[in-house]
């Protein structure tokens, strides 16, 4: 007999079951079995925002030079590889976990049916059938053509299935989520996903395969008879503060905690954690994941109110300068900006203000930090272990939220003509972006304040409304993308929205066009094509899956 | 007058004295005189003089090992000289697999190990000692005192642990410290290199046999004898990084400045961009800054001290260049006290002995201590007889720097803390522990402080390690023995991590962690030999049974923020820190083996030999179905000298015997408990916060391992064919012996494809693999001079790993890559990477190469492999061994009058090092110190001003690429990171005077000595130290650091040690 571990005997049960199942939650970020930087991370921040226009590697040339090669598109890279094969495990492992949760509870249901109700039982194989899918979704929007596996498979080496196959199998899972799951948490238990968080998800799905008329539906019935809302403001979207946390915003989120009795602070934001501000600032970090130039320009408006970069595309990536404090006293700027970026001498929520120590080479990777994922001081969400505990907190990462579905079911408006539906969700979104500025931040009361607070010196704070009805089908749906970057800057969504929207290419070489005259090394990076669509499959993975002398995993295009 | 009768002269007893000498003339020290018929018997001092009383007509025996013993008849003389005539290689008796053989009754490979070069060497394990003096062994060990040590007895055969097994006075061990020990108690080792010798110890011997025998009493010696040892030593490393590294940080600053300059940055913009502000100054004549941080006084201007505040308002002065390696090494000091009191009456013997071993390590605060006890006796009373061997022991280590950090080395002083950049003081300005706490200074710890805060982290343990036995002769020609071994030892850690405000990526909160472990080994074996000669015939019969039944437990624990950081507030509980951060866990192992085996020597005319073995074990960590597995060898030997063809009194050849050996071994050592699937995970793992309260989490399950119940014996078969020679009147020895092992069933974990999760996938029985090689040693042992030397070679390929693919991955990767395949038809722990070609000339080779990724003038340049016209992953090849292509030592001793010189030679040829340090001493990664010569010797540009991609050179071939900031690309995985590892060094040397007795009358004997270890090297690595340390690697199936040789992490540096001794007896 083994010495110190469970057999499965021993938890062909409901705890078992259970515990199962909580181990397929605990996936959706880092584990320690897959404790590594950058690839895991659930919020994508390095797959889906660094090679995106959002943001820089950060940090300096001299640390993670792999995450450069992310940034220049040298996806060929043993070192991507790697990264691109910590995102693999990670995402199977967590199909693995839902997997085996089933496989057990149909053991125990077969061995003992009296030991779990029906109910629990739905409710089980519902959450696990949801999170296969979750975790299918992440593999499927980093590579396309994957495999899919279900409670029944011992075939580990199956063959890709071709990216509209994946999609409807995804369908598939999460159509009979829906039908097991309750519409509100089982036991009560806020991390736990609905029958509406299902349906949320299904309309993400169809979106991303550009099945509009679906999607459409999806996700109207999802605005109309569902549980969720927008945060009144703005600041209590990424929080630290627990009575902020999983509000009617929330669909999905990793809950994250600390000071739970792990030694590390591994249940803490553990795949954000590099990106904290350096060492003249509390968090002593590694400044990873920084802004880039063009987004904090992004976030100019006009004298209506209303994005810059709509109204004059053609000077308002103009700026090259520093926009600090001194330097935006008097520009006309999106409210969002200083949730999603720390500025040089504007407060940094109740950090005190942001200052260029906090950078750690700001001649290469500039001098902006982020800025959603770092926890007030306030909110006490702060570890008190690990490797540098400050850059551990207890902030849920998003992983799909409320706005993001509104943003898509705009899109889905747009794509099926009703552009005016469209209008008023974006101008719903503006709407809350206007409720609060960021303040002074010397308190808690002081962190968000309204947008005309006379202690607001770095910035004129304006959110306007889109007034004129929408009757270009083209300009609304630039309206809604670049609303979309906006609100969703910096959460790891912005290079998997290009894709989808066929835009990368053309959006991405002009950006590097420009910014390899802001950032020297990005004048490196290579030409974005066709075959960056998709991410190569880790080539070890493709070794893997050799059954006799060919490969069953075939490389994506171009790779 | 008298009137004695003649009767009454002979009874007479009388003082005999004189002196024992070889053949040659030179004096016998230790040899044996014994008054035959009596219990009177004497030893000869190190002049090889012996004073006895015996009977005047009575006769003297006189025996030494390793010389034939003479009977001499006293007839009344007051002084016999005695010369001894040496005896032929194969005559010596040497102890094998539960018995005693002469050598030419061995039909296996069989190597003694010199065990007067052991003696010439002060490390604190018996086992690191063996480098070099023995054929067909290689050992690695780090500077580190009391470090493990990795020996290899004929190249490696398993993907699992290759450690050999101990046999310490019959009792069966693995354990590679072996620091329980004491090396001065150690009589003789032998190494069962093949099978046919091996195949006795069947389970566990498929990596060699290591036969280690303490020193016994000898039964009738009398009066007991007492001998003093005394050695004491100054150790320093072989060589610092200081040696290597940029010392001055105005010339660190020109690499900085150089690397931005080629990548198109305007001198005006680099400071900024790199430290934030004018760090050095004027960039065209840079000076030392004053200060290097100054808390929020970002610009460092007009300074106040007083703001001054530990540990968040930090100001720390510039260094004119700190010398970080001497910082850290300085002078080691080593000390080794040994009494040793041996005797022995009419049936009975004893040998007592007590050693206390002193070890201060080169690395500041790194010390390591033992006593230990010995107490040998046995008793004979008619036919029976009975006793014990046992050693206890006790020791500590305490200092900071981890003999192996593991992962990427970082955590290590040496793996990159080290290399700090010299503009770094070591103290800030009140004189806290400084780090680079600013921009652009890199997040290395200081290696100072690391050593010091980790200075009370102590390791101890504690080992009852020996065997009581028993025994009947029922007949002369029938032996009973029993033997109970055990191996009792507990273990314990207490260590402390420090708070690092001053790192750019600051630390704030302290914290402890201890822990416990102990584990119990019992082997209770039987045997019943058998022996009988009739006319020609010799029938060695042995038959006996074991078992073997182990168990450990270990239990950890940690604490944080601690409220006093004082070492007597250093426990785990809750009043004294951060509750809420305590954590403890304990996990264990059992596992138990039952053996069966009998050996067969059949002797003819002591020309013909023929040996058979079989030995059946059964193992609990294997599946049941496949539990127990046969072990047989054979062996034949043909004595060529016996034969009646042979020349008499051939000059060249005095005897010669042939050898050859077919058997069978066993290896089950992987973990207990892989033969079910297990459950598990831990709190980081597998719990969640389902609540969303931010800080509770609900306990979680997944499958951790995946078992597999079908688990059998790894097998290792092995032939082995060899010659013994003494040649020119036994005056040299000769040992060849050229040998196959092919390993089947191979015991490995196959990596499983991502989609199958993250448990740790099953062993199975999947991998085959093949070693090749031959040992040879000549020696000669004359009066005046003796010289051994010792070759091996081995070669090692992979002929099968199963699972998918026809490769895996070494164990750890480098922060570009994996550097380490093993792959099919390849050795194990190949070096894995692209071609470096050379560099980039100009912008027309970058045009006419294949298209690379970052390809630009001055990058290093890869080989398209597969000509498919790019540089791709698939591009990467095998680019170097680890393994040697021959290993030899060289031991040479010479004698005259009353000195003798002595010392060993040791060279390995034709392997490879990767040298893991180049990501930071060339490629500059997280910003640490650099090559000295790196400015000078990298690829420049003839004008810096012309566009990146235009720039030319005149010097195609430096020996670095160009210093660029932008190149994140030269730095991959490649051939450039290789280098030959080969070297040749004096491993010991040593002078030792006999003191005549005229100086010291009161003593049997004296010798003092003087020696020196690892005196000199020669060797074209670049590196700190060829002679590196195998990693700690464990895998999920245990030790596999077989898979990751010959890396270099920045491992601690061997020791020149010079030491002076003493040995008296009295």
Known sequence: TPQGALNESTLANLTGVEGSLIAAYRALDCTDSNFAFGGCSASNWGLGSVPSDDAYKGSEAQDFPDMTDIENYHWGSSGVEGILNNKWQQVYEGVVRANSTLRLLKEVQTSNPAAVSADAAKGIQGEAIFLRAHY????????????YYREDDHDFQKPNLTSDQVAAELLKDLDQAISLLLSTPRNGQVGRVTSWTAKAYKGRVQAYAGQWAEA??????????????????????????????????????????????????????TGERLNFPHSGSHFGCCGFHQPSQNLVNFFQVDANGLPLSLSSPSTWNARNDNLDAKASANVALDPRLDWTVGRDGVPYKDWGPHDPTWIRAPGFSGPYSPKKMQHEKASGAESNVGWVPTQLNSDNIHLYRYADLLLMLAEAEVESGSLENARAIVNQIRTRAGAKAQGPGTDRASIAVPLNDPSITWAKYKVGLYTQPWTDKNAARDAVRTERRLELAMEGQRFFDLRRWKIAEQVLNAYVAVEKNRRSYIAAAEPFTSRHLLYPIPQVQIELSKAGSTSNLKQNPGW | ATALTSGQVAAQRIRVAGTVTSAGGAPLGGAQVRALGSDTAALTNAQGRYAITAPGNGTLQITFIGFRPVEVPINGRTTVDVSLERLAVLEQVLVTGYTQQRRAEITGAVATVNTQAVERQTTASVVQRLAGNVSGVQVEASGSPGSRSTVRIRGVSSFQNNDPLYIV??????????NWLNADDVESVQVLKDASSASIYGARASNGVVIIETKKGRAGQGVSRATLRVRTGLATPVRGYDDILIQSPLDYFQVVKQSYLNAGYKLADIQSAVYGRNLYGDPNSPSVPQYIYCGSNTTCSNVDVSKYGYPNNLIVPGSAGTNWW?????????????????????????????????????????????????????????????????????????????????????DGILGKNVLMQPVIPVRDIQGNFASGKAQGLGNQSNPLKLAYEHRD???????????????????????????????????SFAGYSPPLPENSEPTFNNGINENNSSFQNFTWSNTARYSANRGPHTLGLLIGQEVIRGSSRFMTGSLGSLISTDIASRYIQDALGDASTKSVSSSGSRNALVSYFGKADYNLLDRYLVSFTVRRDGSSNLGRANRWGTFPAAGLGWRLSQEPFFPKDNAIFSDVRLRAGWGVTGNQQIPSGRIVSTFGGDRGDVYYDINGSNNSIVAGFRQTQ???????????????????????????????????????????????????GLAAPPIQNVGRMQNTGFDLSVGHRGASWSATLNGSHYKNKILAIGGSGDFFYGPIATRFGNQVINKIGQPIGAFYGYVADGFFKDAADVTASPKQDGAAPGRIKFRDTNGDGQITLADRTIIGSPHPDFTGGLDLTFRRGAFELGGTIFGTFGNKIFDVQKEFYVFRDFSTNVRKDLLANSWTPVDATVPRAQYTTNNPNPKYPILDINDTYSRAVSSYYVESGSYVRMTNLQLAWDVPQRYARWLASARVYVQAENLFTITGYNGLDPALPAANVTGAAGDIRDQYRGVDRGSYPSSRTLSVGIITSF
Do not use: C, M
Request: net charge neutral; hydrophobic share 30%; no cysteine.
């Open chain 1, 216 to 269: 459409l539906k999806t996700l109207q019935d999802v605005k109309n008879n569902g549980p969720y809302a927008l945060e009144p403001s703005y600041d209590r979207v990424w929080t630290g503060f627990k009575e902020f946390e999983n509000g009617k915003e929330t669909i999905l989120a990793y809950q994250a905690s600390a000071n739970d009795g792990d030694p590390n602070g591994n249940n803490a934001n």
């Open chain 1, 136 to 147: 299918h979704f992440e593999a499927w929007r980093v590579w396309g053509n994957i495999g």
């Open chain 2, 457 to 491: 982290d102590v390791g101890k343990n504690g080992r009852i390690f020996g065997s009581a036995f028993a025994g009947f002769d029922v007949t002369p020609k029938l032996n009973l023995r029993s033997t109970l071994g055990l191996n009792v030892g507990q273990g």
């Open chain 2, 326 to 410: 001497k910082q850290v090494f300085g002078t080691g000091k080593v000390g080794d006290y040994n009494l040793d009191v041996a005797g022995g009456g009419v049936g009975n013997t004893y040998n007592l002995s007590f050693n206390y071993f002193d070890q201060i390590g080169t690395a500041r605060f790194n010390r390591y201590q033992r006593g230990s006890i010995r107490v040998n006796t046995s008793f004979n009373r008619a036919k029976f007889f009975t006793g014990e061997n046992i050693a206890l022991s006790g020791d500590r280590g305490t200092g900071g720097l981890p003999n192996d950090p593991g992962g990427y080395a970082e």
């Open chain 2, 706 to 756: 995946l078992g597999n119940a079908n688990l059998k014996w790894e097998e290792n078969r092995s032939t082995n064919v060899g010659a013994d020679l003494s040649l020119f009147r036994n005056n040299v020895d000769l040992v060849v012996d050229v040998w196959q092992r092919k390993t089947n069933n191979l015991l490995f974990d196959p990596r499983l494809p991502g989609t199958a």
């Open chain 2, 169 to 178: 006075d019959g009792t069966p061990v693995q354990d590679s410290y072996v």
